[in-house]
């Protein structure tokens, strides 16, 4: 490290400090595309003041002179130009612009503009995201830049400057690809890198990521990935990444990513291996785990890709395939939280205006998850369609499917597979009845043929010997079993109507803090809903979703929904409260319970774009409490902070609280929080803490986040985390895992 300072330390002190590039340049739009070089191509001279020489055929142009010619134009205050050989002198402010957005400053430039030659002197150029600057240039052909004194970087300002590349000679190859000898990499006065040759692409995206941290599973750890274009047109990338664990040993990743323009195809793949030194951290783990993880070998394959195959038409396949059911726990933390069991499934979609055809395979891949294969489901679905100008509606749902629903291996459970055919069929006829009233009628018919349903059950009492501190005993044991039947039709019949009517009061016609004006609206409604009793109720099937649970139900919605409106942007509506109250009456309740069962809330609150609520909850009569309730708060103070209030409650599931808060998030300094609260144990699951810098040309950010253990035997779970990068290279956070 040290023999590597000391050549970048000496590549630094050849280099000069050109000024930064023009910021109106930047902003300019681009020129046309340059067809290819032609000795006859009009020359577009323009300037202040022009004087001609005719024997020479020479202009001589002053104040502002622009001359622009076959994809190219230069500017300068001073300017002499030969319209017969196109040799152009040029002094004072001189900036060249080509067609692929690239562009040059400096104070002297001889070039010519037809064979693209020339000697540009000292120079800033820039091109993508990068500037290159140089004490000397010269093109020597429409290919070919040779520089001397050369700094690369991505910042715009003068010395000294937060990021640069310094080498003492360098190339650039049509107009973009880089390549320099003897280059060190600087962090300020600091040098952190050195490479005795160098090649850069200097319009690609090409980045490294580079990610020091530490795990309470996985030690300190320093994630390395180098992110690259595979393509011109930067639609297909491509990212390798070695992950360095000084518990488990060394990983490596291999990501792809693809999108085209308009997002017609868009998907990403990778593939993750280590071979784990250490896959079991205790004997309480191992004790946990060795059954499942049987091997050193861990790894990860996954896809996901969408394509649109016709405008009405799209592809979708997705899924990973897993050596071990703790891998992306134990590896990819962030991901195991958003999804813990992938799924693997591919499909095609017709969205037609009158009818949705799709086709849809899931099986699973990992045979350490439940899951439900169909192989496969074919649905076409038909929203309500009029039936000729009789005024009634029709809509339907019909779907094919062979599933099977498998458990893992040695599990109690045995695996079990039907074929389904199911069709829902309905006919309503909307109405609205004096002036205000809306009414629909409705009736329904559900069938449901299964190849392979359940007998009675049958229940085996066994007698089963036992010894219990030396004493022999006998227990009973009752075995409840399902024998196997044949097929079978269910058929669901359903009668109802759903009635509504809306009622409004204008409270504020003139201005207000919300908007223009301020309405309530209020909307009751009732919906009836009257399925008898299956001829096949759902002990007697095979469970695979909430279609086999299908049953008896006679009920009466009964809700009402509240808006209150303003305008916005003219004539606008915008809804500043919508809440939706209901609860349902059932007029044959399940014994032992009373006839209302829930009560049910919605409610969206948007007074302004400082301020959001969202909440949803049901309430358990029965039960006298809460069934589920949810709230999400989001509060924002401009520029200043952020923060969002999560609620989440279920009985005997969830009972927490998770708050994230950013502070000042747009200025040079930005601190985040983020706390997870267990209300029903009392006690904090989680909580973590970030700090970030950002400066004009780089950023970085330190974060540490912990979960304490409770139980015995357990460990608290540390994790700590480094990142910089580059603004005009903004990277991604990479996922620690542990």
Request: hydrophobic share 40%; net charge negative; proline share 6%.
């Amino acid at each position: 490290m040290a023999a590597a300072a000391a050549v970048a330390a000496a590549a630094r002190t050849v280099p000069a400090r050109a000024q930064p590039l023009n910021r109106a340049l930047r902003q300019a739009a681009p020129l046309p595309s340059a067809p290819a070089l032609n000795p006859d191509a009009p020359m577009d001279v323009r300037a202040g003041r022009i004087e001609y020489d005719t024997e020479r055929r020479v202009v001589v142009g002053r104040d502002g002179v622009v001359v622009a010619v076959e994809g190219q134009m230069l500017r300068a205050d001073y300017m002499e130009v030969n319209t017969a050989t196109g040799d152009v002198l040029a002094r004072g402010n001189v900036i060249l612009t080509r067609a692929d957005g690239s562009s040059w400053r400096g104070d002297t430039l001889t070039y010519n503009v037809r064979t693209q030659v020339g000697d540009f002197g000292r120079f800033v150029y820039r091109t993508g995201p990068y500037f290159v600057h140089a004490l000397e240039s010269a093109q020597t052909s429409p290919r070919l830049i040779r520089l001397r004194g050369v700094v690369v970087t991505t910042c715009d300002q003068p010395e000294p400057r937060e990021f640069e590349i310094t080498a003492a000679e360098a190339t650039i190859e049509d107009q973009r690809y880089l390549r320099a000898r003897h280059a060190a990499a600087w962090l300020g006065p600091v040098p952190f890198f050195y490479s005795p040759y160098l090649r850069r692409d200097l319009q690609s995206e090409g980045r490294w990521d580079i990610e020091p941290g530490y795990t309470s599973r996985l030690g300190p750890l320093l994630l390395i990935a180098y992110n690259y274009p595979l393509n011109d047109a930067n639609t297909f990338k491509g990212a390798t990444q070695l992950n360095l664990y000084s518990e488990s040993g060394a990983g490596i990743e291999q990501r792809f990513q693809w999108r085209a323009p308009g997002d017609a195809v868009r998907g990403d793949a990778g593939a993750f291996f280590i071979q784990d030194r250490r896959p079991f951290r205790d004997d309480a783990e191992r004790a946990e785990r060795e059954a499942a993880l049987t091997s050193d070998n861990r790894y990860r394959l996954r896809l996901n890709h969408t394509q649109a195959l016709a405008p009405d038409v799209s592809f979708f396949a997705g899924g990973a395939f897993l050596s071990d059911p703790y891998v992306v726990k134990d590896f990819f933390r962030g991901e195991y939280r958003r999804q813990p069991t992938p799924e693997n499934r591919a499909g095609i979609v017709h969205a037609a205006p009158d009818y949705t055809l799709s086709v849809l395979l899931n099986r699973r891949l990992n045979d350490f998850y439940t899951n439900v294969d169909r192989l496969p489901e074919v649905r076409l679905a038909v929203p309500a369609l009029p039936l000729g100008d009789s005024g009634f509606y029709f809509e339907n749902e019909t779907a094919a499917a062979r599933l099977e629903r498998v458990f893992p291996e040695g599990d109690a459970n045995a695996d079990y597979d039907a074929v389904r055919l199911d069709t829902a069929n309905r006919i309503s006829y909307p109405g609205r009845y004096f002036g205000f009233l809306a009414f629909t009628p409705r009736v329904g018919w559900r069938g449901t043929y299964y190849s392979k349903t359940r007998g009675p059950p049958v229940s085996v009492t066994n007698t089963v010997a036992a010894v219990e501190n030396g004493v022999a005993t006998n227990r009973t044991e009752v075995v409840t079993t399902y024998p196997q039947e044949g097929g079978a039709l269910r058929n669901v019949f359903e009668a109802g109507f759903d009635t509504s009517f809306k009622a409004f009061k204008v409270l504020d016609e003139g201005e207000n803090q919300w908007g223009r004006g301020l309405r309530h609206v209020a909307e009751p409604y009732v919906r009836h809903t009257f399925v008898p009793e299956p001829n096949r109720t759902p002990d007697r099937l095979y469970p695979f979703d909430e279609i086999d649970t299908l049953d008896e139900v006679h009920q009466v919605r009964l809700g009402l929904r509240n808006k209150l409106q303003t305008r916005r942007g003219g004539r606008e509506v915008h809804d500043l409260l919508d809440a939706d109250l209901s609860t349902a009456y059932r007029v044959v309740a399940p014994e032992g319970e009373s006839a209302f069962g829930t009560y049910d809330a919605n409610v969206r609150l948007r007074p302004g774009d400082a301020f959001a609520l969202d909440l949803d909850a049901r309430y358990d009569a029965d039960a006298s409490e809460f069934a589920e309730f949810n709230a999400r708060v989001v509060a924002v103070a401009g520029d200043r902070s952020r923060w969002n209030l999560e609620y989440r409650y279920r009985p005997d599931e969830r009972n927490a609280v998770n708050s994230e808060i950013a502070l000042f998030p747009k200025a040079p300094w930005s601190f985040g929080l983020q706390h997870r609260v267990d209300l029903d144990e009392g006690r904090l699951e989680e909580h973590g803490y970030s700090i970030q810098r950002r400066m004009s040309c780089i950023t970085w950010s330190v974060g540490v986040s912990h979960e304490p253990a409770y139980a015995d035997g357990e460990k608290d779970d540390y994790r700590v985390w480094v990142r910089l990068w580059l603004n005009a290279l903004p990277g991604r956070a990479l996922d620690l895992g542990g």
